[in-house]
C-alpha cells in the first residue's frame, strides 16, 4: 500500500493506514457478484497517480460492483451503515471536513470535531466522536447531524478516538475512557448519559488492568457486551460491566505491538471480535476469547469483521506490487474482503486501494 493523504480533517483514519497485514497463500477467490441470499455493502478507498499528481478518492461497493458517491475526489470513507434501502457512509472532503452520504449525496457536518462512529436505526441516524480544544476533549454524540447533540461527557479528558455508539429501543450507548488526574483511567460506558466505570484505577490488586478504553459495543436483549484493550496489548471484553476475559498477547506469543479491537458481535451466544493491529501477521479474529487463525502468510491486511448468520466477513486489502524504498518501503494494494477466508476482490491493478468497513444485510 503506497502512502496516502491523511488529512488533518480525517485524523481519525490514522490507524486505519497504520496497519501491517497478511496474504492468503492460495486462497480461493469469490465471484463478487455471488452473494447468495444478502447483499455485501463495503467500503473504503482508492489512490490514483497520474500525470505526477495524486490523490485519494472514496469508495463504496455493492456486491462487488462500484457505486458512484458525489465529492469522492480528494476525500475518505470509513463507515458504513444499512438500514431498508437507505445507505449511510461516514467520512470527510479536503473541502468540507466531515460528512456522510446518504445514497451516494454527500451532507457536510462540522469541521471541529472528530466523528468515527454511526449507527442507524430506522430513519434515525446516530454519530460518535470526541470535541477536541485546547484545555480539554469530551465525547459527543449526535442525532440527525450536529445540531442535534444529544451526549457530552460533562468531565474533561473523556478521549473518543476509539470509541463506539449503539442504540437499542431508547436506550443510547456510547464508548470509550474517561482519564481523571490523580486517579487514572477508566473504560467507560455511558447508557442515555450515566456513565458505567468499567474498572477502578485506583485498584492496585493482581487483577488491576493498566489503562483501559472501551471501544466498541454490542446489545443483545438485556445484554451489553464491550470490546476494548488495556495498554497497547492486551485485548478486554466486558459483559454487562464484569470482565468475561482479558488476553494479553505477550503472553499467546502474538506478535504485534498495538492491539485495536474495532468490532464486536453476538451471535446465538457466540462473542466474535474483529481488531486492528500493528505487527501481528496473519489473517485472524476472536470467537469466546479464542484465537481463529485462518492465515499465517503475509501481505494481507484485514480491518472490520461483520457476522451474518454463520458467515464471518472482513474487510480490508492485499498488497501487490513492491514499490521500494522510495515509497517508504510500502506496496501497492488492491481493496478486497473475505468471506469465510475466501477472498474477494474489489479492484484490480489499483495504484493503492484499500477496504475499510463491511455490513451484510440479508435479501
Known amino acids: 500500500m503506497k502512502k496516502n493523504k491523511m488529512y488533518t480533517i480525517l485524523t481519525l483514519l490514522v490507524s486505519i493506514f ?6 492468503t497463500e492460495g486462497a480461493t477467490e469469490e465471484n463478487p457478484n455471488d452473494t447468495g441470499d444478502a447483499d455485501v455493502y463495503v467500503v473504503g478507498w482508492e489512490d490514483f497517480y497520474i500525470g505526477g499528481k495524486s490523490w485519494s478518492e472514496a469508495k463504496y461497493w455493492k456486491n462487488g460492483k462500484e457505486i458512484s458517491l458525489e465529492a469522492s475526489k480528494d476525500a475518505q470513507a470509513i463507515k458504513i451503515a444499512v438500514s431498508g434501502n ?9 473541502d468540507d471536513g466531515l460528512g456522510y452520504w446518504k445514497n451516494g449525496k454527500w451532507t457536510k457536518l462540522a469541521d471541529s470535531v472528530n466523528l468515527n462512529h454511526l449507527f442507524v436505526s430506522g430513519s434515525d ?6 470535541l477536541r480544544n485546547a484545555n480539554d476533549n469530551h465525547i459527543v454524540a449526535y442525532k440527525n447531524g450536529v445540531n442535534n447533540r444529544i451526549f457530552y461527557s460533562e468531565k474533561t479528558d473523556s478521549y473518543g478516538f476509539e470509541n463506539d455508539i ?7 450507548y456510547v464508548t470509550g475512557q474517561l482519564f481523571e488526574y490523580g486517579v487514572g483511567s477508566h473504560a467507560v460506558v455511558w447508557k442515555n448519559g450515566v456513565p458505567i466505570m468499567l474498572n477502578d484505577p485506583t485498584d492496585d490488586s493482581k487483577t488491576s488492568i493498566y489503562d483501559p478504553i472501551a471501544s466498541c459495543i454490542y446489545v443483545a436483549g438485556t445484554d451489553v457486551y464491550v470490546a476494548g484493550r488495556a495498554g497497547l496489548t492486551t485485548l478486554m471484553v466486558w459483559k454487562n460491566g464484569k470482565i468475561l476475559y482479558q488476553i494479553d498477547a ?8 498495538e492491539i485495536r479491537p474495532n468490532s464486536i458481535y453476538v451471535l446465538n451466544g457466540d462473542i466474535y471480535v474483529g481488531i486492528e493491529d500493528n505487527g501481528a501477521k496473519g489473517l485472524r479474529y476472536w470467537k ?12 494481507l491486511t484485514n480491518n472490520k469483521i ?8 472482513w474487510s480490508g ?24 477466508g475466501k477472498i474477494v476482490y474489489l479492484t484490480n491493478g489499483a495504484w493503492g486501494a484499500g477496504a475499510v468497513d463491511v455490513v451484510v444485510v440479508p435479501k
Open 18 to 23: 497504520a496497519l501491517t497485514g497478511c496474504y
Open 250 to 257: 505477550d503472553l499467546i506469543k502474538w506478535d504485534t505491538e
Open 166 to 172: 449503539f442504540v437499542s429501543g431508547n436506550d443510547i
Open 86 to 94: 437507505d445507505v449511510y457512509i461516514l467520512g470527510g472532503t479536503v
Open 317 to 340: 486489502w492485499i498488497r501487490t506490487t513492491y514499490l521500494g524504498g522510495s515509497w517508504g518501503d510500502s506496496y501497492e494494494s488492491d481493496a478486497c474482503y473475505w468471506k469465510n
Open 125 to 130: 441516524v446516530y454519530f460518535a466522536g470526541d
Open 288 to 299: 469466546n476469547g479464542k484465537e481463529v487463525i485462518i492465515s499465517t502468510s503475509e501481505l
Open 306 to 313: 461483520f457476522i451474518a448468520g454463520s458467515d464471518v466477513y
